[in-house]
């Protein structure tokens, strides 16, 4: 019998997602919860086997040793950690391997990350250039995205937002808009923390969920 990994794939076994998914999730059932628990420094109620986990504003419990997930209510609207498979497995991976580290206050792009030059373009394309042209020509529905998103408003570019990814990470999202002249372009930047908990190919994974997020919020909010 088929081990089941509780979430439905789109696609057959060649799904590029299932491969990943069932190896961590394989580790996860191994790990210990209390160790978990004391090392990121989150919540873990030993009745009911869940951990207390936030992403991006919203408050998650996710069960120990299954990794079932359910959102605790709020005005949010939209939940990745229970849509999406790649913000399963970047939580599962930060519950794995991550560490609590406070940041010092600065933030640095992609590129200026270790090995973010190797991958500095994959994350242009992915990422940067999907949140240009995702909400360069439309500022004003992005500010409303991200103030769902409980982001809060900074001064950069023609608009700029900074969200909690979880714990004390945070994620910078600059936009400059486009003209006659000159395509729209943005930027993303990272608390210097970062590196203690993610690496290069979980950054850009942490940008894609929360451009996912976004774009699926300017949906739920309409015209």
């Not at 079932?68 to 999406?84: A, C, M, N, R």
């Not at 004003?140 to 103030?147: A, I, T």
């Not at 769902?148 to 969200?163: H, N």
Request: with cysteine.
């Amino acid at each position: 019998m088929e081990k089941t990994t509780g979430i439905e794939f789109p696609y057959a076994k060649d799904n590029k997602e299932r491969l990943p998914w069932e190896h961590y999730l394989s580790e996860f059932e191994q790990a210990d919860p209390q160790e978990i628990a004391q090392r990121l420094q989150i919540a873990y109620d030993q009745e009911a086997k869940s951990f207390q986990v936030t992403l991006l504003g919203t408050v998650y419990s996710v069960t120990w040793p299954d990794f079932q997930v359910t959102h605790k209510e709020d005005s949010v609207g939209y939940y990745p950690l229970e849509d999406t498979v790649s913000a399963k497995i970047l939580v599962i991976r930060y519950l794995l391997y991550g560490l609590v580290f406070p940041n010092g206050g600065e933030f640095y792009t992609y590129r200026e990350m270790p090995s973010g030059d190797l991958y500095d373009r994959q994350f242009n394309g992915r990422c940067i250039l999907r949140l240009a042209y995702g909400f360069g020509s439309k500022i004003d529905r992005f500010r409303l995205v991200m103030e769902r998103m409980g982001g809060k408003k900074l001064e950069f570019g023609d608009a700029s937002y900074e969200v909690r990814l979880t714990e004390d990470y945070y994620v910078r999202f600059i936009l400059w808009e486009g003209d006659d002249e000159f395509p729209p372009s943005s930027q993303i930047l990272f608390s210097d923390n970062f590196p203690n908990a993610f690496e290069a190919e979980d950054r850009t994974v942490v940008a894609e969920v929360c451009i996912g997020m976004m774009k699926a919020l300017d949906k739920c909010i309409g015209s």
